[in-house]
Nanobody, 124 residues
């Protein structure tokens, strides 16, 4: 199995930046597509970003394009989400997920493994 642990969340002022990290363990991590999702109170979990196993392709929700950047370092078994120009609407619990089939798609059902989530709160 793949285990995922997110970190880097916290409280930040609108317009500020945060970098989320997702540390993964598992012998097949480097072959998995990875995704970031988020869930705000009272809302459904939504797609944020995804990256192919090799890192050569990335995908973003329209709401974060131009502000968020996803990357991965397979040597460190880690994926990142750099979040700039944060807005109050970005407040949510952010989850890292792994897709063993490498689709790097936007649908939650395509991901088999999930982290525990990390809270991002954007003030003002």
């Amino acid at each position: 199995q793949v285990q995922l642990v997110e970190s880097g969340g916290g409280l930040v002022q609108a317009g500020g930046s945060l970098r989320l990290s997702c540390a993964a363990s598992g012998r097949t991590f480097s072959t998995y597509a990875m995704g970031w999702f988020r869930q705000a109170p009272g809302k459904e979990r939504e797609f944020v970003a995804a990256i192919s196993w090799s890192g050569d392709r990335t995908y973003y929700a329209d709401s974060v394009k131009g502000r968020f950047t996803m990357s991965r370092d397979n040597a460190k078994n880690t994926v990142y989400l750099q979040m700039n120009s944060l807005k109050q609407e970005d407040t949510a619990v952010y989850y890292c997920a792994a897709d063993p089939f490498g689709a790097a798609g936007p649908r939650t059902i395509e991901y088999d493994f999930w982290g525990q989530g990390t809270q991002v709160t954007v003030s003002s």
